[in-house]
T-cell receptor, first 115, second 115 residues
């Protein structure tokens, strides 16, 4: 099956710093990637839809200036959490859509802890 | 708007017992896809099944089986002869169209198999 990677898998940072998370589709081209956030013991909530070559579409309540998404190539989308605060601590999971098989595949997730 | 309800927050059963996880969904779309994912403690989402709205046949895969009933908007998941390795959080999810659109997740059911 298709493989999606995320880097880093775990990051701890100080409050006020920015953190970049990468999502890569390793063996297929993904015109669309999705970013989800999961707080402890809660469900996954869609944050934004990332489209290659265009601006991301953010879900209601998600600050686009805080969560910067860049989808510069067909295999890479990045999520940057700017000026991170402890309340941003969460598990961030991306998924990538493979248009040839009408499926999307999830990355292994990135656990962000903001001190 | 789409909605997925997993009323069972936590379930504990003794090993080798059968267990059914409930999922009820709401959507106005006539074409949609339903999913089940397993999330072990590592956090990575493990894909279990995808079912489109036009296919109401039940499916069995080893110890896993799924019962899709459009009349009650339910897509329940049964594990027979449960094993300790089945302990995880299980999410039911819904998407529009071809199954590679954004997913709406239920709140998840934490399943604990007691040895």
């Amino acid at each position: 099956g298709a493989v999606v990677s995320q880097h880093p898998s775990r990051v701890i940072c100080k409050s006020g710093t920015s953190v970049k998370i990468e999502c890569r589709s390793l063996d297929f081209q993904a015109t669309t990637m999705f970013w989800y956030r999961q707080f402890p013991k809660q469900s996954l909530m869609l944050m934004a839809t990332s489209n290659e070559g265009s601006k991301a579409t953010y879900e209601q309540g998600v600050e686009k200036d805080k969560f910067l998404i860049n989808h510069a190539s067909l295999t890479l989308s990045t999520l940057t959490v700017t000026s991170a605060h402890p309340e941003d601590s969460s598990f961030y999971i991306c998924s990538a859509r493979d248009p040839t098989v009408y499926e999307q595949f999830f990355g292994p997730g990135t656990r962000l802890t903001v001190l | 708007a789409q909605k997925v309800t997993q009323a069972q927050t936590e379930i504990s059963v003794v090993e080798k017992e059968d267990v059914t996880l409930d999922c009820v969904y709401e959507t106005r779309d006539t074409t949609y896809y339903l999913f089940w994912y397993k999330q072990p403690p590592s956090g990575e989402l493990v894909f279990l099944i995808r079912r489109n709205s036009f296919d109401e046949q039940n499916e069995i895969s080893g110890r896993y089986s799924w019962n899709f009933q459009k009349s009650t908007s339910s897509f329940n998941f049964t594990i027979t002869a449960s094993q300790v390795v089945d302990s995880a959080v299980y999410f039911c999810a819904l998407s529009e169209n071809f199954g590679n659109e954004k997913l709406t997740f239920g709140t998840g059911t934490r399943l604990t198999i007691i040895p």
